[in-house]
Structure formats: C-alpha cells, structure tokens
C-alpha cells in the first residue's frame, strides 16, 4: 500500500517504509525496530518493481532505502550495508533527528562514511539547520530534507549570514535594514527589519510567510555556495569561515523534534 500511494503521488523519489526507533530506545528495541525495518525494505522493492513493470513508462520512479540503527554503532553499519547491498538508486539515513545530540548524530555520519555506496545519493533525513547541513556535507551526504525552515519562521526565528535570530528582538524595533544584508530573497529586497518585527508582534500570518521565504531561500543558497564551493576544491574553507562568523544561540539541537 505504502509504495501504490507514493507511485499514484508521482514523486521522483520515494522511500520505502521504516520504523524510526526514538533516539533513547535500548539496543535490544533497537535492533527489532531496525530488522523490521529491514524486512520493510525487501518487501518495498519487491512492490516496487512490480507496480513499476505494470507502469511500464520511461517515468521511472527511485525507491530509497532507509538506514536505522539509533546511536549503536555496530547497528548503524549493519544497516547501511545491509540496505546498500539492495543495490537501489540511493540510500537514505533516517533516526538522526529524533533526540540525539548533534555529537551523536555527527559521530554516526563518521562512522558510516565509509560503508556508504560511492556511486549513489545519501540522503539525511530531518535535518536542516546551516551548521548541520554544513557538517553533514563534510562527512558525504548530498540531500536533506527538513521542517524546520518554515517552523522557526512561523516562531518568528529566522538566519542570517551572522547566525539565528529572532524579529521580535528589541533591537528591530526601528530598525529600516532588512533581514540580511546579503541576501536576495523577496522578503528582503522589499520589508524592514521594523516592519515585520510589527506585523509579527500583531500576530499577521503575512509575517510567518515572509520568514518562511527567507529562511527557505537562506537554505537554498546555502545549499548552492557548498555546490560552487566543491566544484572548486574550497569547501573546508568555506565552512570553517562560515561556521567560524554563524553564531548558535544555545548550541541546542534544533530539527524536527521542536
């Protein structure tokens, strides 16, 4: 059912189904949590092929494969290689963002580097704050997905090049510069700082959806500096530059669990 559903919706990718174990699960839940997982994922492919051969279009749909494990080393391996010998055309890393502390879930990418297959897309699942995308990158991840974009914004929380932010700080009160001052994006070539300090304050939905832009096109941009930034042979230097100016008030773990 689950694979019918994502093939009616058309999705260039899909994922096939898993169980996302809560990041303070035992091992012993753990492991059941992560051989079922498993046994989902043949009988996913299994589905898969089957709905794509009765399809029989050009339009070919990629089924990935989600790794789990929680924070066990040796299970986070097993996983990997386990759904890299599926031979689908990618692989997706799932149960990052569902209480681990960063330090977990950086140590997990280190360990999983090099069990990940060279030739196919890895996939972060839930992840999406700067510092993380940029950490993730450096230890092989292409793609991310993630919420929190558009739910710090509708908290009035937004990025900079400078760090996190929050418009309803004092300092915005008159304040006619916008958001940032390198970016592009719609909200800030056209609204101040003041201005949408105000319609937050006052509780306009039109303020949560001009964060969400900015923040989501401050993603987006950061996303295409790290590709021109590889490209380049420049990325660790462009990261540490980065992470070096970006303030993390807290240095909390901030993904889909907010």
Same mark, same amino acid.
């Given at each position: 059912?689950?694979?019918?559903?994502?093939?009616?919706?058309?999705?260039?990718?899909?994922?096939?189904?898993?169980?996302?174990?809560?990041g303070t699960s035992d091992k012993s839940y753990a492991r059941q949590a992560m051989d079922r997982t498993h046994a989902w994922?043949?009988?996913?492919?299994?589905?898969?092929?089957?709905?794509?051969?009765?399809?029989?279009?050009?339009?070919?749909?990629?089924?990935?494969?989600?790794?789990?494990?929680?924070?066990?080393?040796?299970?986070?391996?097993?996983?990997?290689?386990?759904?890299?010998?599926?031979?689908?055309?990618?692989?997706?890393?799932?149960g990052l963002s569902v209480g681990e502390s960063k330090e977990e879930m950086y140590h997990t990418l280190d360990i999983l580097?090099?069990?990940?297959?060279?030739?196919?897309?890895?996939?972060?699942?839930?992840?999406?704050?700067?510092?993380?995308?940029?950490?993730?990158?450096?230890?092989?991840?292409?793609?991310?997905?993630?919420?929190?974009?558009?739910?710090?914004?509708?908290? /009035? +929380? $937004?990025?900079?090049?400078?760090?996190? &932010?929050?418009?309803?700080?004092?300092?915005?009160?008159?304040?006619? =510069?916008?958001?940032?001052?390198?970016?592009?994006?719609?909200?800030?070539?056209?609204?101040?700082?003041?201005?949408?300090?105000?319609?937050?304050?006052?509780?306009?939905?039109?303020?949560?959806?001009?964060?969400?832009?900015?923040?989501?096109?401050?993603?987006?941009?950061?996303?295409?500096?790290?590709?021109?930034?590889?490209?380049? /042979? +420049? $990325?660790?230097?462009?990261?540490?530059? &980065?992470?070096?100016?970006?303030?993390?008030?807290?240095?909390?773990? =901030?993904?889909?669990?907010?």
């Amino acid at each position: 059912i689950a694979m019918q559903i994502q093939a009616d919706l058309g999705a260039d990718v899909i994922m096939a189904f898993d169980e996302c174990a809560p990041g303070t699960s035992d091992k012993s839940y753990a492991r059941q949590a992560m051989d079922r997982t498993h046994a989902w994922a043949i009988k996913c492919k299994i589905a898969h092929e089957k709905i794509q051969k009765e399809r029989a279009t050009n339009a070919q749909q990629m089924l990935f494969p989600i790794a789990q494990g929680v924070v066990y080393d040796d299970l986070r391996v097993e996983s990997v290689k386990f759904m890299s010998e599926l031979d689908l055309p990618g692989i997706a890393i799932g149960g990052l963002s569902v209480g681990e502390s960063k330090e977990e879930m950086y140590h997990t990418l280190d360990i999983l580097q090099p069990h990940l297959p060279e030739n196919k897309p890895h996939y972060l699942m839930g992840v999406g704050t700067p510092e993380d995308i940029l950490e993730a990158v450096d230890r092989g991840i292409d793609m991310f997905d993630c919420v929190l974009p558009t739910r710090l914004a509708r908290h /009035g +929380t $937004f990025w900079t090049h400078e760090g996190r &932010f929050h418009i309803k700080q004092s300092g915005f009160k008159n304040s006619s =510069e916008p958001l940032d001052t390198t970016c592009t994006c719609y909200t800030c070539r056209n609204y101040e700082k003041s201005y949408l300090r105000h319609i937050f304050t006052e509780g306009e939905i039109l303020a949560m959806s001009l964060l969400s832009i900015h923040n989501l096109h401050f993603l987006l941009d950061l996303t295409a500096k790290i590709r021109d930034h590889i490209n380049k /042979g +420049t $990325f660790l230097e462009y990261k540490r530059t &980065f992470l070096s100016e970006f303030v993390i008030p807290g240095q909390g773990q =901030e993904q889909d669990q907010l």
